[in-house]
Every structure is written in C-alpha cells, then in structure tokens.
C-alpha cells in the first residue's frame, strides 16, 4: 500500500473517446505528476501539479489535461483517444518540498485504446 | 538522442552474486538520481535517490554517483531470486520532472 490510489485499475476505450482518470494522494502531498508508460519504455512527463495548479508540462498535446482538487485528488483527461494513447498511467506525489527525494507512485491505469 | 541511458539487459545473475546496474544521462544540470523497481505489471517502487558524488549505502543496496562522467550505478549484494524485476533509472530535470531511461531487466538466477 503506497498511499497514492488510482482508479481505475484497468479500462478499454474505443478510438476517438475521452477517458477520466483518477489518482488520491495522501494528506499533505500538495505536488503531483502524471507519467505514461508505454510498454517496454520508462514512465514519460506527462505534467505536474502544485497547489491546484499546472507547473511544468512535458510533451504531450493539448488532449492531455489535468486538474488537482483540494483534498489532494487528481484528475488526467485525455480526449480524442488514439491507439498509441494505450499505456500504464501513473500518477506520483510527494509532500511540499520533497520531490527531491523521489516520488512516490499509485498502482496505475492500464488503459488500452481499440 | 536519448537523455538517460540504460542496457536494457537482460542482467542474469545466479543467487548471492552481487548485481551491477548502470545509467548514464546527458544534462549535466541534474541534480537528483533516483533508482525504481518495477515488477512486471506493477508500478515502480523507489529504491534509493542520491545526490552527491560518491556512494550510499542501503541494506544491499548501493548507489553510486559520479557527476564529472554523468554516471550512475546500483550495486545489489547477495542477489535474491526476488530481486528479478526492471530497474529504472531516472535523473531531475528542473525542478520537477523526472526523466526515466527504459530500464534494466535482472534476473536473478536460483
């Protein structure tokens, strides 16, 4: 149990739709990342959150957006799904100030586009 | 060209061998080095982080960092057959991105 949920865990999506998915990090982790990993690859930046707001954005398009709430819950959109888009979609946290020391990974989304 | 750099293996070592993971990343700006383990269709673990020259050491673990040659390296004493995974190696870009070479698979051989 890492303390950073993601749901859900699997999900098939058919090209062209949008997909929602979910990450809840523990109290006081106020920074959050998303990463996709294509298999056989290491994770990507997808983008980072701080305090509700995006702070740094790898490359991705547009169609790959995020929100972070309060209760330090997370949000990635992807619409207009492609195959290419189907990968393991991790979200990672850390308390403020300490992402220096690593982060730490939820269990993932296993999103498969057909 | 390719920012972090691992073979991807795989790595066979038999049981009690001491195993030697290697990375090497191109931005001499970096600042912090993480290793992750990745069993096969979980999410990476982290193992250690480091961020000065030299060695860290912990339990079996030890990594080791050389900033002038841009080159990092896990050692695993006394190898178990549960030390069989992908291990990431992944450097700071920034202040908040991470970059992750494609890993290295070890087995570790009973």
């Known amino acids: 149990e890492t303390g950073v949920t993601q749901s859900p865990t699997h999900l098939i999506k058919t090209r062209g739709q949008q997909v929602t998915l979910r990450c809840s990090s523990q109290?006081?982790?106020?920074?959050v990342s998303w990463y996709q990993q294509a298999l056989g690859q290491g994770p990507q930046f997808i983008f980072q959150?701080?305090?509700?707001?995006?702070?740094g954005r790898g490359n991705f398009p547009p169609r790959f957006s995020g929100l972070q709430f309060p209760n330090y819950s997370s949000e990635l959109n992807v619409n207009a799904l492609e195959l290419d888009d189907s990968a393991l979609y991790l979200c990672?946290?850390?308390?403020?100030?300490?992402?220096?020391?690593?982060?730490?990974f939820g269990s993932g989304t296993r999103l498969t586009v057909v | 060209q390719k920012e972090v750099e691992q073979n991807s293996g795989p790595l066979s070592v038999p049981e009690g061998a001491i195993a030697s993971l290697n990375c090497t990343y191109s931005?001499?700006?970096?600042?912090?080095f993480f290793w992750y383990r990745q069993y096969s269709g979980k999410s990476p673990e982290l193992i250690m982080f480091?961020?000065?020259?030299g060695d860290k050491e912990d339990g079996r673990f030890t990594a080791q960092l050389n900033k002038a040659s841009q080159y990092v390296s896990l050692l695993i004493r006394d190898s178990q057959p549960s030390d069989s995974a992908t291990y990431l190696c992944?450097?700071?870009?920034?202040?908040?991105?991470?970059?992750f070479g494609t890993g290295t698979r070890l087995k570790v051989l009973a």
């Open positions: 990672a946290s850390s308390p403020e100030g300490q992402g220096a020391r690593g982060y730490t």
């Open positions: 109290s006081g982790h106020n920074t």
């Open positions: 959150y701080y305090r509700e707001e995006e702070n």
């Open positions: 931005d001499r700006g970096s600042q912090s």
């Open positions: 480091i961020y000065s020259n």
């Open positions: 992944a450097v700071t870009s920034g202040t908040y991105k991470y970059i």
